[in-house]
C-alpha cells in the first residue's frame, strides 16, 4: 500500500506537531542520557561491569521465556533447535550473571570482531564509492580506519581492556545519543505548531 503525496503530507504534519507537542520529554530523556553516558565514561570499569550483568539478565529471561513457548508448542517444527537455542540463553545469561568479570572479556572480544568487520566494510565501501561520493568517501575511509585502530587498541590491551573498553563505548553511545535527542527537543520546540497543522 502506497500513500499519496497529500497523505504524506498529513502524516509529515501530523509528526511535526506531536515532536513540537512532546519536545520537553524528549529533552529530559536526552539530558539523562548524557548524564549517564558520561558516568560510564568516567567509571568505565562499572559500566562494564553493569552492561555484562544486563546482557546477562537479558540473555538468561530471554531463554526462559523461549523454554517455556517452545515446550507449550512440542508439535510445531524446529522444537530442537528452539529447545536448544532456550537453553543456550539460559546457560549464557547465568554464566554472564555469575561472572561478569569472564563475561566482560567475552563481549569485549565481540567488540573487536564488531570494529574490525565494521572498519573493513566502511574501508571497502569508501574505496569503491570514492567516484560516487567525492565529497564523503574521505569521511567514511576515516570512520573505518578508526574503528580498525579501535579494534588494535583494545585488543592489545587485553585483558586489561576488557574491564574499561564495554563501559567506554556503552557510555560514548549513551552520550551522542542524548545529544542527538536534546538537539531534537530543541529543534521540535521552534516548530510552530499552526504552520505545521495547516
Given at each position: 500500500m502506497?500513500?499519496?503525496q497529500p497523505d504524506l503530507d498529513q502524516l509529515r504534519r501530523q509528526v511535526r506537531i506531536a515532536l513540537h507537542d512532546h519536545w520537553r520529554f524528549y529533552l529530559i530523556e536526552g539530558i539523562v542520557l548524557v548524564i549517564l553516558g558520561a558516568a560510564a565514561v568516567i567509571v568505565p570499569p562499572i559500566a562494564t561491569l553493569s552492561f555484562t550483568i544486563l546482557i546477562?539478565?537479558?540473555f538468561l529471561i530471554s531463554g526462559v521465556v523461549g523454554l517455556f513457548t517452545?515446550?507449550?508448542m512440542r508439535g510445531v517444527p524446529g522444537f530442537w533447535w528452539s529447545l536448544f537455542s532456550a537453553v543456550l540463553g539460559?546457560?549464557?545469561g547465568g554464566l554472564l550473571i555469575a561472572n561478569p568479570i569472564t563475561g566482560a572479556f567475552s563481549?569485549?572480544?565481540l567488540l573487536i570482531v564488531l570494529f574490525i568487520i565494521e572498519g573493513v566494510v566502511s574501508v571497502m565501501f569508501a574505496l569503491e564509492h570514492r567516484q560516487?561520493?567525492?565529497g564523503g568517501w574521505g569521511w567514511m575511509l576515516a570512520s573505518g580506519i578508526i574503528d580498525l585502530v579501535l579494534a588494535t587498541i583494545i585488543f592489545a590491551g587485553l585483558p586489561g581492556s576488557a574491564i574499561w573498553a564495554l563501559g567506554l563505548v556503552v557510555g560514548f553511545n549513551l552520550a551522542f545519543g542524548g545529544i542527538a535527542l536534546i538537539m531534537m527537543a530543541l529543534y521540535a520546540r521552534r516548530i510552530d505548531p499552526i504552520s505545521a497543522a495547516t
Open positions: 502506497t500513500l499519496s546477562g539478565w537479558l517452545t515446550f507449550r539460559i546457560v549464557v563481549l569485549t572480544f560516487d561520493l567525492p
